[in-house]
């Protein structure tokens, strides 16, 4: 069957840790690291395969005396081993579109990867706690950079 009815549909919010790789000027103040937001919808087409789409707050940071903040939005396809219920580690691969802005240098916006790999613990039969960690790579005034993060978050499966 192209989909199984009881793993098809789920929503969720996480949050946590952002970290923008990129080089500080030595003297200059540079913050990498805020909080980080993403509020995600997807489905399965089975028990292993599926995807989902997010809205995500990538963060703002302080870079060489420089305000930058970036939002975004995401579409992976998710891949991963079912562990009783409501219970999974995956790995997610697909295309990220943000918007950051950079105080002085202007606004960005475009395409890039993004990848990431997660796990999530059935709590009920339709709630989850998750984990993920990805990597999203982002356009800045000046060139791309890769913006790293851990999230922890709640799912709900629709059955």
């Known amino acids: 069957m192209p989909y199984e009815r009881g793993f098809w549909g789920h929503a969720g919010i996480s949050a946590g840790q952002s970290d923008l790789d990129v080089s500080c000027t030595p003297g200059l103040p540079c913050d990498t690291k805020d909080d980080f937001y993403r509020a995600f919808a997807g489905g399965r087409f089975n028990n292993a395969v599926g995807m989902e789409v997010g809205l995500m ?20 396809l998710v891949a991963g081993i079912p562990i009783g219920a409501n219970s999974s580690v995956f790995g997610k691969v697909g295309v990220a579109y943000a918007e950051t802005d950079v105080d002085l240098a202007g606004s960005e916006s475009g395409f890039g990867p993004r990848v990431g790999i997660g796990a999530q613990i059935g709590l009920t039969q339709n709630w989850a706690l998750r984990g993920d960690i990805d990597r999203y790579r982002v356009r800045f005034p000046g060139g791309k950079q890769d913006v790293d993060t851990a999230t922890i978050g709640v799912q709900y499966t629709f059955r």
């Open 57 to 76: 707050h990538l963060g703002k940071f302080d870079v060489n005396g420089l305000d930058a903040d970036g939002w975004g939005l995401d579409l992976a």
